[in-house]
């Protein structure tokens, strides 16, 4: 699976950004799709998570009530919809496709996702 990432760039605080990551992989669907990121000099992280349509998703508390994932099987696109962006969020984000933990939920390992899109910038001014 091929994963490409794009969308990322510079706002202000408080302002909102769309990510899009596309995949190359006619059983996408079949994937479950996250979002992670990594600031300077600090570990990836999970942000947020979901399997096929919507109905099992999963967030980081950090961003729970701002950023939504959603996804779009016919266009083998994952989307993350960011707001209320705080300088905290900036970090690279990359996207990665995997499969469901061993409890048929979306993991925050990042061991469960073999496949890792090239990820892209995130800056929040303050």
């Known amino acids: 699976v091929q994963l490409q990432a794009y969308g990322g760039g510079l706002v202000q605080a408080g302002g909102s950004l769309r990510l899009s990551c596309a995949a190359s992989?006619?059983?996408?669907?079949?994937?479950?799709m996250a979002w992670f990121r990594q600031a300077p000099g600090k570990e990836r992280t999970f942000v947020a998570g979901?399997?096929?349509?919507?109905?099992?998703?999963a967030y980081a508390d950090s961003v729970k009530g701002r950023f939504t994932i959603s996804r779009d099987n016919a266009k083998n696109t994952v989307y993350l919809q960011m707001t209320s962006l705080k300088p905290e969020d900036t970090a690279v984000y990359y996207c990665?496709?995997?499969?469901?933990?061993?409890?048929?939920?979306?993991?925050?390992?990042?061991?469960?996702?073999?496949?890792w899109g090239q990820g892209t910038q995130v800056t929040v001014s303050s």
């Open positions: 990665a496709a995997g499969t469901l933990d061993t409890t048929w939920h979306v993991s925050e390992r990042n061991t469960q996702y073999p496949y």
């Open positions: 992989e006619r059983t996408f669907s079949n994937y479950v």
């Open positions: 979901v399997y096929w349509s919507g109905g099992n998703t």
